[in-house]
T-cell receptor, first 114, second 113 residues
Framework: SAVISQKPSRDICQRGTSLTIQCQVD?????MFWYRQQPGQSLTLIAT?????????ESGFVIDKFPISRPNLTFSTLTVSNMSPEDSSIYLC???????????FGSGTRLTVV | KNEVEQSPQNLTAQEGEFITINCSYS?????LHWLQQHPGGGIVSLFM???GKKKHGRLIATINIQEKHSSLHITASHPRDSAVYIC???????????????FGKGTKLSVKP
């Protein structure tokens, strides 16, 4: 199965700033996703990262707040913009290599906004 | 009502005990996943199944498609099994992007030595 390197693993950020999270996969994958897990809650899909085009966002998430890039089949970034304390969450990337392989998740980025 | 319900929410066990975590879902699925989340936040995929039963070491996952129910069993539990166990389903017709997973809220397992 695919191996994901997600960075940073954690960060403490000031209100109003932005943080970019990177997701690097060791092989080409068909699908890449970004999830958010707020404290005490289940995971919620933010968007599907599309290679070479704009990401597909879920209801409640917008590109201005969570811009996503996916320049190739092995790499994606998620930026959390103009952060507020409500953005404090774990952010995870996930990939699907093929139907047999299923989902692989990154190690997560624990973000605290102060 | 959530599409994916897990029980119990919290579970404390003594080392060596047999553990069962349950998952019920209400939508049509193509697959069900059991995931393990450690305190740092990272998630490991334990099983993906669409029918029957799978076994990996001390972990066993079963699914009953007709009853829309799955169970995760841990035999001879150990403190290192302490984690949050999450049930998720692939529900292509539910809406959202292709490949979207619907997650349960997780079961927090603590195994005492």
């Amino acid at each position: 199965s695919a191996v994901i390197s997600q960075k940073p693993s954690r960060d403490i950020c000031q209100r109003g700033t932005s943080l970019t999270i990177q997701c690097q996969v060791d092989s080409q994958v068909t699908m890449m996703f970004w999830y958010r897990q707020q404290p005490g809650q289940s995971l919620t899909l933010i968007a599907t990262a599309n290679q070479g085009s704009e990401a597909t966002y879920e209801s409640g998430f917008v590109i201005d707040k969570f811009p996503i890039s996916r320049p190739n089949l092995t790499f994606s970034t998620l930026t959390v913009s103009n952060m507020s304390p409500e953005d404090s969450s774990i952010y995870l990337c996930s990939v699907v290599k093929d139907r047999v392989d299923g989902y692989t998740f990154g190690s997560g980025t624990r973000l605290t906004v102060v | 009502k959530n599409e994916v319900e897990q029980s119990p929410q919290n579970l404390t066990a003594q080392e060596g005990e047999f553990i069962t975590i349950n998952c019920s879902y209400s939508v049509g699925i193509s697959a069900l996943h059991w995931l393990q989340q450690h305190p740092g936040g990272g998630i490991v995929s334990l099983f993906m199944l669409s029918s029957g039963k799978k076994k990996h070491g001390r972990l066993i996952a079963t699914i009953n498609i007709q009853e829309k129910h799955s169970s995760l069993h841990i035999t001879a539990s150990h403190p290192r099994d302490s984690a949050v166990y999450i049930c998720a389903v692939s529900a292509p017709r539910h809406g959202g992007s292709q490949g979207n997973l619907i997650f349960g809220k997780g079961t927090k397992l603590s195994v005492k030595p």
